[in-house]
Nanobody, 125 residues
């Protein structure tokens, strides 16, 4: 089973930036997609971004498009999320995951089969 470890969460002011990392214990050939979701208190977990591990092709939620950038370093088994122009509504626990191909079309958490423990991003106004 793939073990995922997120890091980089912090408290920042509105308009600030943060860089999140997600390191996998291994990335077997069966891993199609890696993704970031987030969950704010009292809300459902929501899709943020994903990339296809084979070629890094990204996709973003409309709410973060133009502000967040997802990327990966295959040699380090690590995925990144660069977050700029952060807003208070970005406050949440951010989780990375490995997902099935269906995640590319649906952006639904049911197609994520491994999750990290999460890292907290808090944006003050």
């Amino acid at each position: 089973q793939v073990q995922l470890t997120e890091s980089g969460g912090d408290l920042v002011q509105s308009g600030g930036s943060l860089n999140l990392s997600c390191t996998a214990s291994q990335v077997p050939n069966s891993v199609i997609v890696m993704t970031w979701f987030r969950q704010a208190p009292g809300k459902d977990r929501e899709f943020v971004a994903l990339l296809r591990w084979s070629d890094g092709d990204p996709a973003y939620a409309d709410s973060v498009k133009g502000r967040f950038t997802i990327s990966r370093d295959s040699a380090k088994n690590t995925m990144y999320l660069v977050m700029k122009n952060l807003k208070p509504e970005d406050t949440a626990n951010y989780y990375c995951g490995t997902g099935k191909a269906a995640l590319v079309l649906t952006h639904e958490s049911q197609y994520v089969y491994s999750w990290g423990q999460g890292t907290l991003v808090a944006v003050s106004s």
